[in-house]
């Protein structure tokens, strides 16, 4: 029996995941980068998803699909309530504090977030204490069930527990990338919308909007300081992540080229059925109220601009080839997914 803890424990159980052989784990919460690793590995798997530490981007980085629902192997099964955190590898196990994330376990080059312990029992050196562990598992493997198109459904967006969560801030990360923020701390950015794109309003468009928002408010939007941030005509989707959003983040790759930010912002419905918001615009304040630290927009559009606008050229949410608005749960769990190793 040994006990671990940081660095040492890390590398003891990803040793586990780049050793060939058979791997089981009975653990809580994963991470998407590490559940796509143990579905490349085919390992078994038993986790919870019951208390929110295990998102939608790690069961699908396992391998779920609600087409294939319940998986024809069982290779990955539920155990709600699971808070144990077991890899039994044919070598050694190992049972301690750390779940099945980068922020647990850390990566090539860059060690684990988190303060982990545990204890390592050797097969051959203790196989009483090996064994128990096995039967651990075996027993939590007993209790578990299939995975169904319903418990994808309740997994949430975002680990609501950080250290499931797989995001580290790397080399490339700069403290004025707000996406780099997002992936690191999402609750920050509760009632935070973004839009990536290029508005390209019409002349007439604007004006529209500017008489819809006196009609409804009683006077011009210059009179509160407010500018127009975007028009959606008959687009739900787009309406839906706006509507009760208190900052926007703005990428435009138009004209003007460029990040902005705005807070109290508000809707405006036309009598057509178009949906106008309009905000204002305060990067300071924006950042700040995201306990952001200070950054010039120059800054923030050189460390974001490359994937938003590869999110901006995306053909999911498009409004009419304009822009895509995104809540910053769809953004999370778009930039997890897709995008996380170049923050």
Known sequence: MKILHGHELATAILDLFREPGRLRCAVAFWGSELGAIARKRKVEVVLDISMGGTSRNALKALGLRRKSMPQADGRVTLLDGLHAKIFVGT????????????????RDGLGPSLQEAGVLFDRAEDPDGYGKLEELYEHYRGLSRAILPGDLDRAPRVASNPAARDFQAGPKSTSASVLSALLADFDRFSRTSF?????????????????????????????????????????PDTDGVLRDTAHVFVYWFGSP????????????????????????????????????????????????????EAIANSDEDKVKERFVALSSGDLFELLESNFAGDL
């Open 257 to 308: 080229l460029g990040v902005s930010a705005y807070h109290d912002v508000v809707r405006i419905e036309h009598r057509d059925g178009t949906v106008s918001y309009f905000g204002r615009l305060g990067w300071t304040a924006v950042r700040s109220a995201h306990r952001l630290p200070a950054a010039t927009k120059a800054d923030t559009w050189r460390a974001d601009s490359t994937i938003a």
């Open 195 to 235: 839009i990536f794109g290029d508005h390209r309003i019409e002349h007439w468009d604007w004006v529209k909007a500017k008489e819809a928002y006196a009609d409804e408010v009683g006077e011009p939007p210059e009179a509160a300081g407010r500018t127009h941030i975007c028009s959606a005509k008959d687009d």
């Open 91 to 106: 070598r050694y196990a190992v049972i301690g504090s750390a779940n099945a994330s980068r922020r647990a376990l850390g």
